[in-house]
């Protein structure tokens, strides 16, 4: 490989990778190895050297000026919580810069310093013969002797990707699963058209709630016609309350009083449209707030957390943030997303809106 096989990292911040920075850890690698080994080899030193550089930034007084400069706002961004008055900083400023710099780790992890364009056009006519005959191999020899494909959660697929699988196995038998009210984007696959897509189609419609108790599974059972003859295996337990408030301050103070009587071995998860962080959960006291960077979920307390996030997860307590937002009314799946929220709950629900609740929900 050549200097003109690698290419500089930039995520618009002071620190940068270089091509030639790149380029002389490739050489440090050993000669003799082959070239992917010599490549993961070169992705391990420049990981390495990020991290270093990061420490080193982190510890700047600039970088430690900026970070009892954030704002609250800011705190939530970059970490999830606010910043303890008598929390060391050190730790702070260097998850700090790993924020800043998530971009161009990412463009590392996904080796963007080769210069795939340039490498690619420089590969001899053998090169592209053997890459034909590969991709000939897997779709002759391998992809038709696949005979089952499972495909869970469909409703999260276009229809376009669900005719390449079918091209790519054509003698496999195709199992989807799904629920066509759990699509919480719009122009995903419609159920209706999936007989053209699987011709031989089966269909099995499930009509047992094994998550929710009785009470919430009739809730969520009246937002659709085709769902009212759902039954729930748990019992009917307590039925669902509802919160409202015609102005902030009386809003958050409900949802406090609800953290405050939660029980300390407990958790409640505030479930919040997508979107745009509401700064205005940053007064609620005592909760964690999570995003889609989260990787594990508190054991114990009050959280938020956006729908797309808890979609897929069940919870004993649940609160639902802001049901008048236009996330849940929008028209084509809005309701699909109130019905998803209000199905992560399994015993304890309440349903809250700074005015009036939605129609659907008969409150």
Same mark, same amino acid.
């Given at each position: ?29 050993? =000669? ?17 050297? +990020? ?7 982190? $510890?700047?007084?600039?970088? #430690?000026?900026? +970070? ?13 919580? +606010? ?13 700090? =810069? ?22 690619? %056009? ?11 005959? =590969? ?10 002797? =696949? ?11 276009? %229809?376009?990707? #669900? ?20 699509? #919480? ?16 189609? $089966? ?44 102005? @902030? ?59 797309? #996030? ?11 943030? @802001? ?41």
């Amino acid at each position: 490989m050549q200097v003109s096989d690698f290419q500089s990292l930039n995520s618009g911040l002071p620190f940068t990778i270089d091509a030639a920075t790149s380029y002389q850890f490739f050489l440090k690698t050993p =000669v003799d190895a082959p070239l992917d080994k010599r490549i993961q080899a070169t992705q391990q030193q420049l990981t390495s050297y +990020l991290q270093e550089q990061l420490m080193t930034i982190a $510890k700047t007084p600039t970088t #430690l000026t900026r +970070l009892e400069s954030l704002t609250e706002t800011e705190q939530q961004q970059t970490f999830g919580r +606010l910043i303890r008055e008598d929390e060391p900083l050190a730790p702070l400023a260097l998850k700090m =810069v790993r924020y800043d710099y998530q971009d161009l780790s990412e463009q590392l992890h996904d080796y963007q310093w080769l210069a795939f364009d340039q490498i690619i %056009a420089r590969q001899s006519t053998v090169d592209a013969v053997i890459a034909a005959q =590969v991709y000939g191999y897997l779709t002759q020899r391998v992809f038709p002797k =696949v005979k089952q494909v499972f495909i869970d959660e469909v409703q999260d697929y276009h %229809a376009s990707s #669900l005719h390449l699988f079918k091209q790519l196995f054509p003698k496999a038998q195709f199992t989807v699963f799904g629920d066509q009210h759990q699509s #919480l984007t719009p122009h995903k696959i419609q159920f209706s058209k999936l007989p053209a897509i699987f011709p031989n189609l $089966k269909t099995q419609a499930l009509r047992t709630s094994y998550r929710s108790s009785g009470a919430i599974t009739a809730l969520f059972s009246q937002l659709f016609p085709d769902l009212t003859d759902v039954h729930a295996v748990q019992p009917h337990d307590v039925q669902p309350t509802y919160l409202s408030a015609t102005n @902030d301050t009386d809003y958050l103070a409900q949802i406090q009083a609800q953290i405050e009587q939660l029980p300390t071995d407990q958790t409640l998860a505030i479930i919040t449209p997508a979107g745009q962080f509401d700064e205005r959960l940053l007064k609620l006291k005592d909760v964690h707030h999570l995003s889609t960077e989260t990787t594990t979920l508190p054991e114990s307390g009050a959280f938020t957390l956006p729908l797309t #996030l808890a979609k897929g997860l069940e919870f004993d307590n649940v609160l639902l943030y @802001d049901l008048i937002n236009d996330y849940y009314t929008e028209p084509t799946v809005g309701r699909n997303r109130l019905y998803t929220a209000i199905s992560r709950a399994t015993h304890r629900l309440t349903l809250s809106a700074l005015g009036t609740l939605p129609n659907a929900l008969n409150a």
